[in-house]
């Protein structure tokens, strides 16, 4: 049982490029999430999803754009790397929403993604 | 949106001593309080939660208590041990007001030191 498996570990970026930042789940998990997680600053929701199909914007949502065509992955996109998006990245996973029914919320170990 | 604020931000004690962490949030319609704790390296991991329907709960050395009318819920850790040294965050669920889903808020974490 893998859990949340985040790819790539580390990544280095130029500014302006692309890249995706993959995550996948083998818990049959409806609501998945991405948040980074910046010195100081705690972890800040960027995207979530409650289903295949269904996906909303977190509190920093700039620059991203997530889609969910399958239950079990929910990548996240950087569409033009910016210095600022240099940060750490999470993707969590659940069975239900936050609070609903005593199901936590389990995180992957991250992406460290530097933009130069 | 929500704010959730958490002191203090770094925390040393002796093995053996008790550690409190405490947070604040701001909207009376958040209704679910998880604490995690973050490893280096690794994904935060929930190690205790509390429904806004709960003042107190406990799980051998750690508890977390809930003041619904001042809005602050505290993390307690009993004997603390040298592995109990972590980033602890707090967060806050609260129901989204457009899609009514609800999403988590963290805290900016605790970095907690226990010195054998």
């Known amino acids: 049982n893998a859990g949340v498996t985040q790819t790539p570990k580390f990544q280095v970026l130029k500014t302006g490029q692309s890249m995706t930042l993959q995550c996948a789940q083998d818990m049959n998990h409806e609501y998945m999430s991405w948040y980074r997680q910046d010195p100081g600053m705690g972890l800040r929701l960027i995207h979530y999803s409650v289903g295949a199909g269904i996906t909303d914007q977190g509190e920093v949502p700039n620059g991203y754009n997530v889609s969910r065509s399958t239950t079990e992955d929910f990548p996240l996109r950087l569409l033009s790397a910016a210095p600022s998006q240099t940060s750490v990245y999470f993707c969590?996973?659940?069975?239900?929403?936050?609070?609903?029914?005593?199901?936590?919320?389990?995180f992957g170990d991250g992406t460290r993604l530097s933009i130069l | 949106g929500e704010n959730v604020e958490q002191h203090p931000s770094t925390l040393s004690v002796q093995e053996g001593d008790s550690a409190v962490i405490k947070c604040t949030y701001s909207?009376?319609?958040?209704?679910?309080f998880p604490w995690y704790k973050q490893e280096l390296g690794k994904g935060p991991q929930l190690i205790i939660d509390i429904r806004s329907n709960v003042g107190e709960k406990k799980d051998q050395r750690i508890a977390v208590t809930l003041n619904k009318t001042a809005k602050h819920f505290s993390l307690h850790i009993t004997e603390t041990q040298p592995e109990d040294s972590a980033v602890y965050f707090c967060?806050?669920?609260?129901?989204?007001?457009?899609?009514?889903?609800?999403?988590?808020?963290f805290g900016k974490g605790t970095m907690l030191l226990v010195s054998p």
């Open positions: 909207d009376s319609a958040s209704n679910y």
């Open positions: 969590a996973s659940s069975y239900s929403l936050p609070g609903q029914l005593d199901q936590p919320q389990h």
């Open positions: 967060a806050a669920a609260i129901p989204e007001k457009n899609s009514g889903y609800s999403t988590l808020t």
